[in-house]
Nanobody, 126 residues
Framework: QLQFVESGGGLVQPGGSLRLSCVASGFTLDYYAVAWFRQAPGKEREGISCISSSGGSTNYADSVKGRFTVSRDNAKNTVYLQMNSLKPEDTAVYYC???????????????????WGQGTQVTVST
């Protein structure tokens, strides 16, 4: 059974940091690019970061550029999202998703991604 499980979400104060993890089971991530999307209440899901299958290429939305860093450890079948300088507007449910390496994964659009996790809540508040 193909599965993605996110973890690491929680409540953090503005300016704080969190690291999200996304572990794949039932398939190997070696041949997939992986992205992080988020969805805030009442808003559409947006792509915020993605990383190539090798980890050599990344892309970020302007809203998180310079604050978030995506990385991966293929030996652990895991992708990470380090989030620094968090703002209240970063509050959302965060999802990881995988796209075949031959797809247009770098465009950060949902329809390129086949496998999705269930999401983890991130709340930035005092």
């Amino acid at each position: 059974q193909l599965q993605f499980v996110e973890s690491g979400g929680g409540l953090v104060q503005p300016g704080g940091s969190l690291r999200l993890s996304c572990v794949a089971s039932g398939f190997t991530l070696d041949y997939y690019a992986v992205a992080w999307f988020r969805q805030a209440p009442g808003k559409e899901r947006e792509g915020i970061s993605c990383i190539s299958s090798s980890g050599g290429s990344t892309n970020y939305a302007d809203s998180v550029k310079g604050r978030f860093t995506v990385s991966r450890d293929n030996a652990k079948n895991t992708v990470y999202l380090q989030m620094n300088s968090l703002k209240p507007e970063d509050t959302a449910v965060y999802y990881c998703a995988a796209a075949p390496s031959g797809s247009s994964w770098f465009r950060l659009v949902q329809y390129e991604y086949n496998y999705w996790g269930q999401g983890t809540q991130v709340t930035v508040s005092t």
